[in-house]
């Protein structure tokens, strides 16, 4: 804890987050520590920033009403507990200092701190910053709807905007230049997602130099050994399925993840359509049975994402079967 000046304080800063600043409550701790009470230090977060006069600006991120009734009093300075962070990192704070503790908030404060949360970080989800404000999951909802009808919001948000912005970045990294495996432990993003990046780039060209070849085959080696399929291992470094596993064969590489789908490297395609067919008809077996008004609807705009996500490609999966099955001439 250290005392700091009030005049270093940014509390007008965007890191306020009800609705309003209750008069009531500022008079009430004025009058309380001009009889002597100590009230809890203050959390402010600094990040290095400075004012022109070369002072550290503090970011107030839990003690409005305390800072405030401290002004009142002409007090210079306040007690605080100083963390490192951003502004950023002041207001996700913010939205949490008040649940259990202080000046509660009440339902306006929960909605207005709800909003701002969804305008600064629309691709947190909806369970997320319910937790963190300390509301309900439907009132995140309700606040997320208001802001789309509106067009404060944009079209996507929680994790299909996520996904979005991870596939822009990895279409940065692969334009620069940059490697899969670069990609991959910078970014935390699955082979098979690069892969797919680098096909919509037209960027599917090897290096055949005998250092990178070499490099390939060693990073072949690790990732067999660190439990990855012949598949990703294929789709981290940009080669074919056969072409990978020709080269596995090749270098006398064991893949033990095969192991776990299939006896062989090859796999059974017709064994694994089954498993899809199959899959697919136990998720929706009892549909029948769901009483939707009884759905937490917090959860609805995860669970369309994902439905979204997975609906694309079995359509794809189906138009390829389809495809099959016209070329062959087979009934239905």
Request: proline letters at 2%; charged letters at 30%.
């Amino acid at each position: 804890m250290e005392r700091i000046r009030l005049g270093h304080i940014a509390f007008d800063a965007g890191t306020q987050i009800r609705e309003a600043i209750s008069e009531q409550v500022v008079a009430d701790y004025a009058e309380r520590m001009a009889d002597g009470v100590e009230f809890p230090p203050v959390v402010l977060f600094a990040d290095g920033c400075c004012r022109t006069d070369g002072s550290v600006i503090y970011y107030l991120a839990d003690g409005f009403h305390r800072v405030q009734a401290s002004v009142r009093n002409q007090f210079v300075d306040i007690t605080a507990e100083v963390r490192a962070g951003t502004k950023d990192d002041a207001l996700w704070f913010a939205l949490g200092a008040n649940k259990a503790n202080g000046h509660r908030m009440t339902e306006q404060d929960k909605q207005h701190a709800v909003s701002i949360a969804l305008r600064t970080w629309p691709e947190r989800l909806n369970r997320e910053i319910a937790e963190q404000v300390g509301c309900s999951h439907s009132l995140v909802s309700k606040v997320a709807n208001i802001l789309n009808n509106t067009g404060v919001a944009g079209e996507l948000r929680g994790r299909a905007l996520a996904n979005h912005k991870k596939r822009e970045a990895i279409r940065e990294m692969v334009t620069a230049g940059a490697q899969s495996i670069e990609i991959r432990d910078a970014l935390h993003a699955h082979p098979t997602v690069i892969a797919e990046v680098r096909r919509e780039l037209g960027k599917v060209t090897l290096d055949r130099s005998k250092e990178a070849v070499s490099k390939r085959r060693d990073r072949m080696r690790e990732m067999a050994s660190e439990g990855f399929t012949s598949r990703q291992i294929a789709a981290e470094l940009g080669l074919s399925d056969e072409g990978c596993r020709s080269i596995l064969r090749e270098e006398g590489i064991t893949v033990p993840a095969d192991a776990v789908t299939g006896k062989t490297l090859r796999h059974d395609a017709t064994r694994i359509v089954e498993h899809i067919v199959m899959d697919a008809e136990n998720l929706t077996a009892d549909v029948h049975l769901i009483d939707f008004s009884a759905l937490d609807r917090a959860q609805i705009a995860d669970w369309l994402d994902s439905l979204t996500q997975s609906r694309a490609k079995l359509g794809a999966f189906i138009k390829r079967l389809t495809q099959e099955q016209k070329q062959h001439g087979e009934a239905a």
